[in-house]
């Protein structure tokens, strides 16, 4: 049985992120982690917090797809402390079934985002995420 899902899930549409070592010093430094400005209006986050939103919300929907069930804790027998001699209670396993909140994401085409890019989406739905410099 897998160790993070009660069945085993097979993404289609998301993958693992590699790690980056091309950073020097702070590896929040750089255009892709500022903010951004674009005629007048303004993002609240950096694009590469969106990105990340973005693909995570990309995972969730595919492991929704698969009803896919997460082990958030696994389960602990009763055992005594060596250290306070008490005997610490046992646990159930806990777990949680992936669910996206259709309602939060209405203006976002969740239908077609398994299927795009990050940079394709964002070409049509960047409005969502612009205000007017002075609004915040």
Do not use: C
């Not at 976002?108 to 940079?119: A, E, H």
């Amino acid at each position: 049985m897998p160790r993070h899902t009660l069945e085993p899930v097979i993404l289609k549409h998301s993958h693992a992120v590699k790690g980056r070592k091309d950073y020097v010093g702070d590896v929040y430094s750089g255009k892709a982690f500022d903010r951004k400005v674009k005629d007048g209006k303004v993002l609240e986050k950096s694009i590469h917090s969106y990105r990340m939103w973005f693909n995570f919300l990309k995972l969730a929907l595919e492991l929704e797809e698969q009803n896919a069930v997460l082990v958030m804790r696994q389960a602990i027998k009763g055992y005594l402390n060596e250290t306070t001699g008490k005997k610490v209670a046992s646990t159930e396993k806990l777990t949680h079934k992936v669910r996206v909140d259709r309602t939060k994401y209405r203006d976002w085409d969740l239908f077609d985002i398994p299927n795009l890019s990050f940079d394709d989406w964002w070409r049509e739905h960047e409005h969502l995420f612009l205000a007017q410099v002075g609004e915040f």
